[in-house]
């Protein structure tokens, strides 16, 4: 009765912007910093986006546009937490509610007009939203292949250690925050410009906690990140698609659904960890934990 | 306990200074709370045209103030108590959560007045006001009903409450009575206000082969949606005139300013009563945003009478024979719903076969 390529569908569109965000986080917590910012830094990329891409009629410059203003505000952050060693927790809700206070002012000028419209790309999904998945695997290969991300991986596990094998801890984590920055922009910017086509004061409503959470139920993973964004995607696209359908599904019960994943998988988790000694990557070591070369 | 004493001093001592200071003609001082912030493009952005049409109106002899984005609850009741402080002499309070608040900060203070929007509690010195919404959805059901290919309507709920009831039923029933084919399917989005949600449930509606949405949330999301599938939708709230003259080919606007108006007129004659007001069409207070020429002239023109039938009083958008959607008898023959049943209204229409979540 409900094609299941069409909710498939359905559900890679709706969990791009969490996927986005959470990619950014993800890299962000594997150089070992919380950054809670996340919605702030959305909001920003939205409003940024949308206005760069109202004001020049191109969709895909507002994206860029959205990354540069996603990756300038989270270097508030980074200076907060990197430079004057600030509260992380503290810093990013600062970060949160300035960024929501910000794109709230500066958006007056932009409400009530239209973004132009995306082009369609292949299969009649969004160019933006192919980015997205694509993302996935560059990410993890960024962080399990490479030598940079080996190091930004160090970094995260124990900056002490990082930093005793003369590497440059600070620096790493700059570039780690304005990563995660540019894509929290990239994925505030999804909403405005490509599924509302309009500014709205508070539009991201709270995408950028959900993709905090997916980063903790992909326990720190790639792949597990998207698994997270498609389960939390897919059963509001389904639950949605079964009202439609006028399927008599108790609506309360598939809401509760994603939250009741994140649980179990979080108690598979740690049991696994308890009884193995071979663990996969869990949370980073040095997570939320300020770093200063005294020694 | 000696806080609250304490506060009752304050503002029996305000009072007392206040009391001469309003015989030498000072400006009326009007305060309003609203739920989200003036620049929503919805809700409260029509309250605030209300008070600016307030200001528009009375000029120098009133004095207004808002307080944007006070969250339902505890903190409701902070920015109520406030205002009162502040020497308002009557305050409008914007949204359903306020009720409680109001009430308890209404008791503190008795001689200012207070009005709370949408609310069913009362009291000397509080009145209660909304609109009749579903006159609007009849308007709009009508154009819906005549303007489906797949025969398919989608309505995008917010919350399973009488209002939204009502406007389910109220735009199936005209929907169905221009297009005997029509189904209504409805999903639930639980939320006034989640763009990302919104686009969510219009994308799965559309995927149902629904090609007319009708949506009881605030943002533009689904009009967006409606747009790259080739559906349409109408505005609400707002006009939200951006996506005329298609998606949007109407839209349902609320238009507080002449309850605003005439409430702020009583009070400067003296003669402010607490009272319930339910307005629609007919007074202004429910407004079709223009109807495009993405419809045809001849369904323009039946939905605009609909309009001047409803607003003249002419004719009541629930009116037997109806039935209820288990089969039970509701109205009969010529029969008009009453007001107590449609502010309790917690059941479909007849031909509505999707269930109301409990």
Redesign the interface.
């Given at each position: 009765m409900i094609?299941p390529l069409?909710?498939f569908l359905?559900l890679i569109?709706?969990s791009t912007?969490i996927l986005f965000a959470a990619l950014g986080e993800l890299v962000v917590e594997r150089a070992g910093v919380l950054n809670l910012g996340v919605e702030g830094m959305m909001i920003t990329g939205a409003l940024a986006g949308f206005a760069a891409a109202y004001a020049s009629g191109n969709p895909f410059l507002g994206f860029l546009v959205a990354a540069l203003a996603g990756a300038t505000i989270s270097l508030l952050f980074a200076a907060l937490t990197q430079v004057f060693l600030a509260n992380q927790v503290a810093s990013g809700l600062a970060l949160t509610l300035f960024g929501l206070g910000l794109a709230?002012m500066f958006?007056?000028p932009f409400?009530?007009?239209?973004a132009p419209?995306m082009p369609?790309g292949p299969l009649r999904i969004n160019w933006i939203v192919w980015l997205g998945l694509v993302m996935v695997p560059v990410v993890w290969w960024f962080l399990n292949r490479t030598r940079r991300g080996l190091i930004l991986r160090g970094v995260g596990e124990n900056h002490e250690a990082a930093h005793a094998l003369g590497y440059d801890v600070r620096l790493t984590r700059l570039a780690a925050i304005a990563f995660g920055g540019a894509m929290a922009g990239v994925g505030g910017a999804f909403?405005s410009i490509a599924?509302?086509?309009?500014w709205?004061?508070?539009?991201?409503?709270g995408?950028g906690w959900i993709a905090l959470a997916i980063v903790v139920f992909s326990n720190w993973t790639a792949p597990g990140v998207l698994a997270g964004a498609w389960l939390f995607g897919g059963v509001?696209?389904l639950q949605?698609?079964l009202?439609?359908?006028?399927v008599?599904v108790?609506?309360?019960l598939l809401?509760m659904a994603p939250y009741l994943a994140t649980i179990i998988v979080l108690v598979a988790i740690s049991a696994r960890q308890k009884y193995s000694r071979r663990a996969g990557a869990a949370a980073p070591g040095s997570l939320g934990t300020n770093f200063h070369a005294l020694r | 306990m000696l806080r609250r004493t304490l506060l009752a001093t304050a503002s029996a001592a305000l009072m007392a200074l206040a009391a001469p200071a309003m015989a030498q003609d000072e400006p009326l001082k009007i305060g309003f709370i609203y739920v989200g912030p003036v620049g929503d493009g919805g809700w409260t952005y029509q309250h605030d045209q209300g008070r600016l049409a307030i200001e528009a109106e009375y000029g120098d002899r009133v004095e207004t103030t808002f307080i944007e984005s006070v969250p339902e609850g505890a903190d409701a009741e902070r920015a109520l108590t406030q205002l009162a402080l502040a020497g308002n002499d009557i305050i409008f309070a914007t949204s359903f959560g306020f009720m409680d608040p109001v009430m308890n900060v209404a008791a503190k203070f008795p001689d200012i007045k207070f009005e709370h929007a949408t609310g069913y509690k009362r009291a000397e010195n509080v009145a209660t006001y909304d609109a009749r919404f579903y006159e609007g959805r009849a308007v709009i059901g009508t154009i819906a009903g005549r303007m489906t290919e797949t025969n398919k309507i989608g309505y995008i709920g917010s919350f399973p409450i009488p209002e939204v009831i009502q406007g389910i039923n109220s735009s199936f029933i005209h929907a169905r009575k221009v297009n005997p084919e029509v189904e209504m399917r409805v999903v639930w989005a639980y939320s006034w206000f989640d763009p990302a949600k919104e686009a969510e449930a219009a994308s799965a509606l559309l995927a149902e082969g629904v090609d007319v949405i009708l949506q009881h949330t605030d943002s533009t999301a689904p009009l967006a949606q409606a747009q790259q599938a080739g559906a349409i939708g109408f505005g609400q709230a707002s006009d939200m005139a951006a996506f005329a003259p298609s998606p949007r080919v109407a839209s349902i606007i609320d238009d507080w300013s002449p309850y605003y108006i005439k409430r702020v007129g009583a009070m400067l004659d003296g003669t402010w009563e607490s009272g319930a007001s339910w307005a629609g069409i007919g007074d202004g207070e429910v407004v079709i945003g223009e109807i495009t020429e993405a419809v045809p002239a001849e369904v323009k023109a039946e939905a605009e009478a609909l309009r001047d039938a409803i607003g003249a009083g002419e004719y009541h958008p629930f009116t037997g024979p109806l039935n209820k959607a288990d089969g039970t008898a509701w109205l009969a023959e010529g029969e008009t719903a009453k007001d107590e049943d449609l502010q309790s209204m917690n059941f479909y229409v007849e031909g509505i076969t999707a269930q109301i979540p409990q």
């Open positions: 094609d069409s909710v359905l569109s709706a912007p709230a958006g007056k409400e009530g007009v239209k419209a369609i909403i599924t509302v086509l309009q709205t004061e508070g539009m991201t409503a995408a509001t696209v949605l698609r009202q439609a359908a006028g008599a108790p609506v309360q809401s | -």
